[in-house]
């Protein structure tokens, strides 16, 4: 059984999904079991029916536990978004990883675990390839810049009076997003260049920027009344002429 803790609008755990749909698809003949834990990061990602409509969207085809109380949480203490645990039959842990990353490292173990609980070999196809440059084995990353909370932490939204609706920042990564609830419109330029607004209308995880590598960037931010943001979210990326 492999156990994903995750929450739907924090930008490490999305970006674990595709792998583990490949996964999903390439094991689950063979024995292998997906279980969702969503521990709740933010207020608007606790409710169960946000959470379900959640998982359809992102195409989560395995149970999905709400644990709205971090109930489960705390019996494997991840420290963090996302965290893979992968236990065999006998009920013992084979493999765990803590964020984002190792993913040659968890489908072997998958394979591993997998043959070991059938006492037979396989004819296991290639290894996945990285979906990303950064998630290649040894890739040199840059650091992205911090997560920024607008409203001051993950329980308080931006913005917190209507009259304030714009939001400027300077940030060096490979792409920026935004946890947010509500729907509407964010109008965004980069550089001082206007981009098409982008159209919110679900509450997650909205991509407001990506790039092929690393890039530093003036981004600006003006959502649309009863939309709400709580938090900027960067993703790493690689350096410039890798």
């Not at 490949?22 to 990602?45: E, I, K, M, N, Q």
């Not at 650091?143 to 001051?152: I, K, N, Q, Y």
């Amino acid at each position: 059984m492999l156990v994903h803790f995750f929450d739907f609008a924090q930008l490490n755990s999305v970006r674990t999904l595709p792998y583990l749909r490949a996964w999903h698809d390439r094991y689950s003949a063979d024995g292998l079991a997906l279980v969702g834990v969503h521990s709740p990061r933010f207020p608007f990602t606790q409710d169960y029916d946000v959470v379900a409509e959640a998982a359809d969207r992102l195409e989560i085809p395995w149970p999905v536990i709400v644990d709205r109380e971090f109930t489960v949480w705390r019996l494997y203490e991840p420290h963090g978004w996302p965290a893979l645990f992968v236990w065999n039959r006998g009920g013992a842990l084979s493999w765990y990883h803590l964020g984002e990353g190792e993913y040659q490292g968890t489908e072997e173990s998958i394979r591993e675990t997998l043959s070991q609980g059938n006492g037979r070999d396989h004819d296991w196809p290639p290894l996945l390839e990285p979906l990303r440059p950064s998630d290649a084995p040894g890739a040199k990353v840059i650091p992205p810049t911090a997560e920024l909370f607008p409203g001051g932490s993950t329980e308080e939204p931006w913005p917190k009076v209507e009259a304030d609706r714009g939001l400027e920042l300077h940030y060096e990564a490979g792409g920026a997003y935004a946890a947010t609830d509500g729907e509407g419109e964010i109008a965004i330029s980069v550089d001082g260049e206007p981009r098409d607004p982008l159209a919110v209308t679900d509450p997650g995880l909205q991509e407001l920027t990506t790039h092929p590598r690393s890039e530093r960037h003036t981004l600006r931010l003006e959502p649309s009344p009863g939309l709400l943001i709580y938090s900027i979210q960067f993703a790493a990326g690689i350096p410039a002429g890798a």
